[in-house]
């Protein structure tokens, strides 16, 4: 784990039993930049936890019960950007978090507050994305979360937009800043007509609630060819860069024409 050298930083107390538990496993990050291909800029790093010797986030996950869930949310946010503001981050940063973690936002947010000014991180470029798999227990305490980041001045993020959960209902009842389209509906959309007369009726939808869209999982030129003559500009997958452990990796590809 990397050495922030920043003062510790005290996790508020929302009541509930286990709050306090101590995490018996280490865990840090890697960034992944979500581009803006018209810009030519990162637009965000999403936070990625990873072990401490490159172990997959399921494995780290796979560690996570209902004694430390909430720990373990809010030692996500404060890594997080305490590792951003070491390497140098000017992005915004995307951290994902549990939503099922979340006793009390009003309680919870204090936590990222005070990791983001013990930083210097601009609260501003902070992005919170619901983590991808999470299966959400009670729907209207997530729309609840989302109301209060968004009304706080946070940006908020839908991820896995098509799949599960994350679907038209969702979007009905709350409208985030962004949505990432699943990376099944990006998968070979260049040449699948199912796939793309789905994700344009998501295009739409979200147009016209004004809403950014982010395809999630590019890996080919094709695909980013075919997003970005369909007006989506902020991409994300290994076609531009793969995670880079504790780094802000270079962008790989920037021309696709």
Known sequence: MPEFNL????????????????????FTFAFQPIVDIEQRTVYAYEALVRGPNKEGAAEILAKVNDNNRYRFDQECRIRSIFLAQRLGMTARISINFLPNAVYQP????RTTIAAA???????????????????????????????????????TAIDDFGAGYAGLTLLTNFQPHLIKIDIHLVRDIDTNSVKQAVVKGILLSTQMLGIQVIAEGVETAAEARWFKSNGVRLMQGYYFARP?????PTISNWDFE
């Open 7 to 26: 003062k510790p930083i005290e996790v508020p107390d929302p009541g509930c039993k286990g709050c306090k538990d101590l995490l018996d496993f280490d």
């Open 117 to 155: 000014e013990a930083a210097g991180f601009p609260l501003e470029q902070i992005i919170f994305e619901v983590t991808e798999g999470e299966q959400i227990l009670e729907p209207e305490k997530l729309l609840s979360i989302f109301r209060y980041y968004r009304d706080r001045g946070f940006s």
């Open 106 to 109: 009003e309680l919870c947010i």
């Open 244 to 248: 880079g452990f504790e780094s802000l």
